[in-house]
């Protein structure tokens, strides 16, 4: 079955660091995301690509975090300058389409990239 | 046992009794909503959907139920078993936003021998 895969499964890192985050979507599909989740908190929505730019970003998105699908299969999380409050579980998903009345736009996550940031 | 919603994070149910988890939505004009399963150390697991033009959908040993009127979802889990303890969460859609999930609080299931 296909799979969303990402890579590390965890870092640590110093504050101030830059970090980049891995995704392998599943290989049909179109629509890419990163959400994350800090430990005990729900899963927040980070920011969607689609045909290769942002489609939309949350607040939380901001100009230490960028994205990028360097070539036909990886899609990344860059963040620049690393803060405490960085430290979270940060998932890729990926989708079909988007949700639509004939499509249901499901999103598959992959497993998670623990960034701890001391 | 019965969750009364996001207030209350922790749900804790015998094996084999059925499981009700409630979840409050806030956009009125989501029309799309999932319930996902998250495992310890896991992404979230999609476990079943609902539309809008929908009140009720059943899987597999799962029920949601969507009341519109109030912004309300519950996910039932019959029968359930060891391997149901997980976090539950609700997600809406509103199929106009490109950010497509809204993901609500959670709910801690947790299953007793």
């Known amino acids: 079955e296909p799979e969303v895969t990402q890579t590390p499964s965890h870092q640590v890192t110093q504050m101030g660091q830059e970090v980049i985050l891995r995704c392998v979507p599943i290989?049909?599909?179109?629509?890419f995301y990163w959400y994350r989740q800090i430990l005990g908190q729900k899963v927040e929505f980070l920011v969607s690509f689609y045909n290769n730019e942002i489609s939309e970003k949350s607040e939380i998105f901001d100009d230490q975090f960028s994205v990028e699908r360097p070539d036909g299969s990886n899609f990344t999380l860059k963040i620049r300058s690393t803060k405490l409050e960085d430290s979270a579980m940060y998932f890729c998903a990926s989708s079909e389409g988007r949700a639509t009345a004939k499509n249901t736009g499901e999103l598959f996550f992959g497993e998670g990239s623990r960034l701890t940031v001391l | 046992g019965e969750s009364v919603g996001l207030h209350l994070p922790t749900l804790s149910v015998q094996e084999g009794d059925n499981s009700i988890i409630n979840c409050a939505y806030s956009?009125?004009?989501?029309?799309?909503f999932i319930w996902y399963k998250q495992e310890s150390g896991k992404g979230p697991q999609f476990i079943i959907d609902i539309r809008s033009n929908m009140d009720k959908r059943q899987g597999q040993r799962v029920t949601v139920l969507l009341n519109k009127t109030v912004k309300h979802l519950s996910l039932q889990i019959a029968a359930t078993q060891p391997g149901d303890s997980a976090v539950y969460f609700c997600a809406e859609i509103f199929s106009g936003s490109a950010r497509q999930l809204t993901f609500g609080s959670g709910t801690q299931l947790t299953v007793l021998p």
């Open positions: 290989s049909n599909h179109l629509y």
């Open positions: 956009n009125s004009a989501s029309d799309y």
